[in-house]
């Protein structure tokens, strides 16, 4: 009787013992009772960026800093709802919890009274909600998109003689100064910025790029500085001419005519502006 209840311990042991192998093998992770997820950041079409280089992964406001192959993966996770978010950190643009907010011009995170950077690098940025499932590893590709549009701006002199025309500033107002990258939206107050100038011939043309338009008026003020130390002031009314911008990342190009005094008394004015790719609002 010893022999044969010695037997059936070894049995039921040998039992468990196979019942738990088989409950272990069951699972597909190291992480059993978490997930994880792995994300691939996918740039616009035509970018000539290297995939995905130089992105940051956030997932619910935590970095993912984990990689495998063109995958940022996460640390396990607790399973339920999570919100990713990726985004590049472009010269000239400051990332502060989810918010992307231009540089001053001196290259700080900007203060209300002062001009942002005209011209930052392209920002890119993509957002989406997702589900984590214990004992899973979830591959995802996120598509992101540019949230910066250029500006170009072309006057050419119709009126006076260009050759007069020493320098060229200028400052827009009504320009965004920051976006929530979470929201995908823009956020904070409408600033101004001062774009570069420059004149070719007849020609003279300042180059942007902006998060978007803001406010209820967008006015270039320009001051033209001539060879004999005169200087003008111009102020044009852009709108009507920019109320389309934040529809599109497409670079918009806007033409116009530069007026500059001939004689005593007569103010320069800008007019006919025209979108390049059709439209046209008068402005003066």
């Not at 200087?231 to 599109?248: C, P």
């Amino acid at each position: 009787m010893k022999r044969k209840y010695t037997a059936t311990i070894l049995a039921t042991a040998l039992l468990f013992s196979l019942g738990g192998c088989a409950k272990d093998e069951q699972h597909h992770t190291p992480h059993p009772d978490k997930g994880v997820v792995a994300i691939s950041v996918d740039l616009p079409q035509g970018d000539e960026e290297e995939e995905g280089t130089g992105y940051t992964v956030e997932i619910d406001g935590t970095t993912a800093d984990g990689h495998e192959g063109r995958y940022t993966v996460s640390d396990p996770l607790p399973p339920g709802e999570y919100t990713v978010l990726a985004y590049n950190e472009p010269e000239g643009i400051t990332m502060t919890d989810g918010i992307a907010r231009v540089e001053r011009t001196d290259g700080t995170v900007r203060a209300l009274t002062d001009f942002i950077n005209p011209q930052p690098d392209t920002l890119y940025s993509a957002t989406e909600r997702i589900t984590v499932v214990a004992d899973d590893t979830l591959r995802m590709n996120l598509d992101v998109v540019q949230r910066t549009r250029d500006l170009h701006i072309k006057l050419i002199v119709t009126e006076g003689d260009p050759e007069r025309i020493a320098a060229v500033t200028g400052t827009l107002s009504g320009v965004a100064e920051a976006y929530d990258l979470r929201n995908e939206t823009l956020y904070g107050e409408a600033v101004s910025t001062r774009p570069t100038f420059t004149r070719d011939g007849d020609k003279v043309s300042a180059d942007l790029r902006l998060l978007g338009i803001m406010g209820d008026a967008q006015t270039l003020s320009i001051l033209l500085t001539f060879s004999n130390g005169d200087t003008q002031s111009i102020e044009s009314d852009l709108t009507e001419v920019l109320a389309g911008f934040n529809g599109s990342t497409e670079p918009f190009t806007l033409t116009g005519n530069l007026r500059t005094p001939v004689e005593g008394g007569f103010a320069g004015s800008i007019d006919g502006w025209q979108q390049a790719d059709g439209g046209n609002a008068d402005a003066h």
